[in-house]
């Protein structure tokens, strides 16, 4: 008994320090546990709370931006006020109750707010233009443009197809036959020359350069008077001088001078010209060989161009073929047969010798005519025989040679030209030209009427008021571009002005009716290259596309109304014509020019395109009876020309065109530029800038100021319970950020949020 009681009233203190060292060590342990769960509540309520601030930033958005173009952008309320009072107001009951005892007593201390991204940025805008159209773009794209542009895909890219390859072989073609009529200009050229040079003034009177009318048969019929003259003459000498007739001496000796002169004159006329108009008839005709193998190595290029195209024409049959597949004309019909060159070259050949025979002649009677100046007969016998030949003879068998030789060229290539008149009877290409030519003449002037339509709507008068809105539209978008080339490595493509105008520019300048048609052949391929390649992939351009018509205005065609009367009445005033920006930010944003009607012109330009091709669709079709490639598609343009004016009168009178007679749906002036905006070869940061700047001029708002997302840094005060040491040592045993403070625990919360 007395053991148990030394053992419980001991005055040594050993478990009265145990137990306190005990006791201490939990009271710490739990200090701590308390103050840990204090901390985690604090850390996990001040991110709550500061994303919850952030959002209530964020939610103080600009109404303009939002309701004109569903755009988030920062505005309103001071956002450093909006977080202080988002977090005042949002404190959990228990802490708003001062009076009785709070668990955690948080305090926000500061807070910064910078911008993270702004409106202004391509990446920013267009992911904002991608979220509002993401469901709107297919189903629109697919129950309207789909719907309206895509059955024709086949058809008008075959159209483009026949086109260009009939335009490729059409120019090789009229090259060929330009060769070919100088080729035949020239053979009448130096007929005509040579024809009436002096060689053929000693055989035509009527020659106007044959003053004295000294005739070669005259000379030959006057040879036996000349011949009596010179033995009368001969025998006169002979007399005595007292029996002289002086007179008669006299006459004899001047009609015999003057037979010589005119045989003088005719040697003179033989001999002068005579060598070089064969050397002028040679050089024509072998310039005319020369032309000749010209045409017909061309003529093998449209051959070899004609191969490649059958070559690639296979290499796609599997794409299903359409009407006007199955009824391609015949191409290799553009090409002249290898007999028609050699037959050709021949007829050169005898216009050639042709002549030389003539010269020949005209050589032989030239040496006969120099025998009779030469000869003075001393009996009446040797007058007739010179060289055992009667040189009357002689004469009168080389006139008629030389006659007949002249008469035979100057029938076969002059007058009438018997050997060129047939040469183009039985040309049936010439035929086809003088139709292609009346053909051309037809649709330059139909062509002249959409130029003259074009240059009104382009030369409309504008306000300097509007000029100015442009240039501010200009710099707005130039800036942008520098702020977004600020913010990235690589720089964005910038477009030159009117580079978008390329498949317009023939509706304007002195561009002929066919190489528009190619033009804007070239122009359809990469319309449709580019629809399905967008809308198959559904690229962003296509959100982007469907995002501008859907929220951006352009310009109404009835406005336009008056400009069918302006075509016939110059003196109408154009004020009814007033084309403000307001009117165009689809234009523009698709075309990008400062010029107050450039961008509407140009948009009425690719729809001419665009219409044009259509309507020659059904023209290949209809006039596909032709045969001939060139009247087919000369005449289907002459067709689609007249269907193109009608269909823009329509689109301006009623805003609509139908697609096609094959197609009868009505296609909107807005469902053209919903193509362009698809096909267009703009960037997509050019577009983005675009609609940046337009956005800007219609809001007075500069987007590369108007954050869509921010970034806070919020500090936090709490008041610790216990010692700040044994709080410390929350730091090691977590990766909070906080630190101590004497008795208060601070964090830093960094959000980050965007729209």
Not at 5 to 11: A, D, G, K, T, V
Not at 146 to 161: D, N, V
Not at 277 to 299: D, F, G, Q, V
Not at 620 to 627: A, E, G, I, K, N
């Amino acid at each position: 008994m007395r053991n148990v009681f030394s053992i419980l009233f001991r005055s040594d203190g050993t478990i009265t320090i145990f137990a306190a060292l005990v006791l201490a060590s939990l009271l710490m342990f739990f200090a701590f546990l308390i103050d840990y769960a204090r901390l985690a509540l604090f850390h996990k309520y001040t991110e709550d709370i500061s994303r919850t601030a952030v959002r209530s930033i964020l939610s103080a958005y600009d109404k303009q931006l939002f309701e004109q173009y569903r755009l988030f952008g920062r505005g309103g309320s001071d956002a450093t006020q909006l977080f202080e009072l988002t977090v005042n107001n949002h404190q959990p009951d228990w802490q708003q109750n001062k009076q009785k005892f709070t668990l955690l007593n948080s305090q926000l201390q500061t807070v910064t707010i910078s911008s993270n991204e702004q409106l202004g940025l391509h990446a920013v805008f267009g992911r904002q233009l991608l979220e509002e159209m993401k469901y709107k773009a297919p189903i629109d794209v697919a129950a309207d443009l789909w719907k309206k542009w895509m059955p024709l895909s086949g058809k008008l890219r075959e159209t483009a197809t026949q086109v260009n390859q009939i335009s490729e072989l059409r120019k090789l073609y009229e090259w060929r036959e330009q060769k070919l009529d100088k080729i035949l200009q020239q053979q009448q050229f130096v007929a005509k020359q040579v024809v009436k040079s002096q060689v053929s003034q000693a055989l035509n009177r009527s020659s106007s350069t044959n003053k004295k009318n000294i005739l070669l048969v005259d000379v030959i019929t006057k040879y036996n008077d000349y011949l009596n003259n010179l033995e009368t003459q001969a025998a006169l000498s002979e007399q005595a001088s007292e029996q002289l007739d002086v007179q008669l001496f006299s006459q004899l000796a001047q009609q015999i001078d003057s037979y010589r002169q005119d045989v003088n004159a005719i040697i003179t006329i033989l001999t002068d010209q005579l060598s070089s108009s064969l050397t002028i008839h040679k050089e024509a005709i072998a310039k005319a060989k020369r032309w000749l193998t010209e045409a017909e190595k061309i003529n093998n290029d449209i051959i070899a161009a004609e191969a490649k195209q059958n070559t690639m024409d296979t290499t796609h049959s599997q794409l299903a073929a359409t009407e006007l597949s199955t009824t391609k004309p015949d191409m290799i019909s553009l090409a002249r047969s290898t007999v028609y060159f050699e037959q050709y070259r021949a007829e050169l050949q005898l216009q050639a010798t042709s002549w030389e025979s003539v010269v020949e002649d005209s050589n032989a009677m030239r040496q006969l005519l120099y025998q009779v100046l030469q000869s003075y007969p001393s009996s009446k016998s040797s007058l007739y025989a010179i060289n055992g030949v009667l040189i009357k003879d002689e004469l009168q068998s080389a006139m008629v040679k030389l006659q007949q030789s002249y008469n035979e060229y100057d029938h076969q290539f002059n007058a009438p030209g018997e050997v060129l008149l047939k040469r183009e009877e039985d040309d049936e290409e010439r035929s086809v030209k003088r139709q292609l030519q009346s053909n051309k003449q037809t649709a330059n002037q139909m062509m002249k009427r959409v130029q003259s339509m074009m240059k009104t709507l382009s030369n409309l008068e504008i306000t300097d008021e509007e000029r100015q809105v442009f240039a501010d539209v200009k710099r707005r978008y130039n800036n942008n571009i520098a702020f977004n080339q600020s913010k990235v490595e690589e720089e964005i493509p910038v477009e030159v002005d009117g580079n978008s105008l390329q498949p317009s520019k023939p509706f304007y300048g002195d561009v002929d009716a066919d190489e528009t048609a190619a033009s804007s052949a070239g122009q359809i391929q990469k319309v449709y290259g580019s629809l399905e390649n967008i809308v198959t992939n559904l690229q962003t351009r296509l959100y982007y596309g469907e995002y501008a018509a859907l929220y951006f205005p352009s310009f109404a065609p009835e406005k336009l109304q008056s400009l069918i009367d302006l075509n016939n009445a110059q003196e109408q005033n154009n004020e009814s014509l007033a084309i403000t920006f307001s009117d165009q930010q689809l234009e523009y944003i698709i075309f990008g020019l400062d010029n107050p009607t450039g961008n509407v012109a140009a948009a009425y330009g690719e729809i001419l395109a665009i219409r044009l091709m259509v309507r020659l669709m059904e023209g290949l079709v209809q006039y596909r009876s032709l045969t001939h490639p060139l009247l087919i598609l000369s005449t289907a343009l002459i067709y689609a020309l007249e269907k193109t004016i009608e269909d823009m009168i329509s689109l301006i009178k009623n805003g609509y065109t139908v697609m096609s007679k094959h197609l009868p749906i009505d296609v909107t002036y807005k469902d053209y530029l919903r193509l362009m905006l698809l096909a267009h070869p703009t960037a997509d940061e050019v577009l983005l800038a675009r609609m940046i700047a337009v956005i800007e001029q219609t809001t007075s708002l500069e987007l590369a100021k108007i954050d869509t997302g921010i970034i806070t840094e919020a500090n936090y005060a709490v008041q610790l319970w216990f010692l700040p040491a044994v709080s410390q040592l929350v730091s090691y045993f977590s990766n909070w950020s906080g630190k101590v403070t004497g008795s208060t625990y601070e964090a830093t919360k960094t959000i980050g949020w965007s729209y």
